[in-house]
């Protein structure tokens, strides 16, 4: 039986919790640090227009914002996460590296900030989480400046061919296997390939993401194992 968007939610928050302690480390080793190079790339596409405001939605431990916040010293950083031990781990990195992050609690689908508050918003490895695809996208287009810009990171399906299929093996073997051992959490690490294989093709979160009023493109980095979308207002 499928869940309600409220049972999703629900679940998707309980198993981040668990996973927290461990949640940086599973980052780097099972994507054999290649994440580091996406985010890096998503960080330089969110400032290219000089943003003074930036969003970064689902920012889990931090990874994001703060490099956002390093990259562009001057501008405000609000990290937005729904898993309490998550925030509370990247709240301690910022303070030890002296940066000046907000990370406050939100819904994705009901964010807690005016129309119009930011000129940036960023989410990696986080959208294909929330319980409703263009109830999400229509709430950050909301709370998006006109020209601001919505820059997305994300696992979309596995490509085809022979690397596809070696990838899915992985994907859908040993990273829930190794996640599962060193996060202690089985679950969460068989939720994320079942979630990737359910996620759009590229060509259609650009075609939800147009729907909800953007202009999109995108790119596919490492093969196609990861997606940026680029959606301006």
Do not use: C
Request: hydrophobic fraction near 50%; glycine fraction near 8%; avoid cysteine.
């Amino acid at each position: 039986m499928a869940l309600s968007p409220e049972e999703k939610a629900k679940q998707v928050q309980r198993m981040f919790s668990e996973i927290a302690p461990r949640y940086d480390l599973l980052n780097r080793l099972l994507s054999f640090g290649a994440d580091l190079r996406w985010r890096k790339r998503a960080v330089a596409l969110a400032l290219e227009r000089r943003p003074r405001r930036i969003l970064d939605l689902a920012t889990g431990t931090g990874d994001l914002a703060l490099m956002l916040k390093r990259r562009a010293p001057e501008a405000e950083v609000v990290g937005v996460d729904f898993a309490r031990p998550m925030l509370e781990i990247a709240r301690k990195k910022a303070e030890a590296l002296g940066l000046r992050v907000a990370f406050q609690e939100g819904d994705a689908l009901a964010l807690p900030f005016p129309h119009a508050h930011f000129d940036a918003i960023t989410i990696a490895f986080g959208f294909r989480n929330f319980a409703d695809y263009p109830k999400a996208l229509a709430e950050l287009r909301r709370v998006l400046a006109p020209g601001g810009r919505l820059v997305i990171l994300e696992f979309p399906p596995p490509p085809r061919g022979v690397f596809g299929l070696v990838y899915r093996l992985y994907f859908g073997r040993v990273l829930p296997l190794v996640g599962g051992l060193v996060s202690g959490s089985f679950g969460a690490y068989r939720y994320l390939p079942e979630s990737v294989e359910a996620f759009p093709s590229p060509e259609a979160l650009k075609a939800l993401m147009e729907a909800a009023g953007f202009r999109v493109r995108y790119e596919l980095l490492t093969f196609g194992v990861a997606a940026i979308h680029v959606g301006d207002g």
